[in-house]
């Protein structure tokens, strides 16, 4: 009865709505003021933006003139849209060659830099150059090197070794992994730089003990590197897999989503979708299937690979 008593005499004496917010003002008005341009920014570029590409998959809009209600039409249409499928599946085809190459060569040269070898923060500034470099000019030198003639560099060097020219760009079967290649070329070194901060953070100390009981070098990355990595492996998982796709600048740039649609990725087609036949509300369709992928993937990746809370 005495504790019921005294939470009725604070709820009587706790002051009005207007005096705490007041209050709370008060103590935080210049987080408040800093927060507010950015809640606009969100809300305009972000919120909004995603509220109407909703409202645009019921409609049916080409810019040019009203929408008119549709329903689920266009969904109704991508069930049975062949090459949107093909799309999806160029997507996770590309995936599959990007994803691991990525994560293993970003690895590779985090460990070389972290060795202590001369001249490492010259061979750090040389690996991670490709991601600060215009993705144009690494398309146009890619497109020069993987050239399906024998002018082409690759091929000439294949040529030594009695291999018949290649077509590349210009093969069905070859052209994504080549986008694949380069999109790998592009993004290593920032992969190199998240593993380079993860093997900093490990305890030398382990290293040292690990030496004393006669531990092979090999043994030691398998037993104590690569596993103190797994918070930087889970989130390079995470990252290189909606960067895959998402894939989109090399398909524009080299293929145009040739040959045969054999590049159309799911970004790809929805970018044609929307700005060249200007089919914006079947392209809202494609982009809300994207979105759909990524994040099923992401949370199958959070719940099967970053079960340790205590990491991440």
Known sequence: MVTV????????TKPPLGKRLKKEWNRNAIVYLF?????????IFQVYPFLLSFYLTFMDWRIIGEPVFVGLKHWQYFLHDSLAWKAIWNTVKF???YIVPTMALGLILALIINSGVRGAKFFKGIFFLPVVTSFVIIAGIWGWLFKGTEAGMINFILSFFGIEPQLFLSNSSQALAVLA????????GSTMIYYFAGLQSI????????????ASTLRIF??????????IHFYVLITTTIGSFQIFDSAFLLTGGGPNYATTTLVYYLYAQGFTSLNLSYAAVLSYVLFFII?????????????????Y
């Open 222 to 231: 398998w037993t104590i590197t690569f596993p103190l990595l797994k918070p």
């Open 35 to 43: 927060l507010v341009p950015i809640l606009i920014h969100f809300t």
């Open 5 to 12: 008593s005294k939470a009725l005499t604070i709820k009587k």
């Open 295 to 311: 994040l099923v993937i992401s949370l199958i990746q959070r719940k099967y690979l970053g079960k340790d809370s205590n990491l």
């Open 203 to 214: 305890d030398k100390q382990l290293y040292e003990a690990a030496q004393m009981d006669g």
């Open 181 to 188: 290649g380069l999109s790998i070329f592009k993004v290593a």
């Open 95 to 97: 995936s599959i060659y």
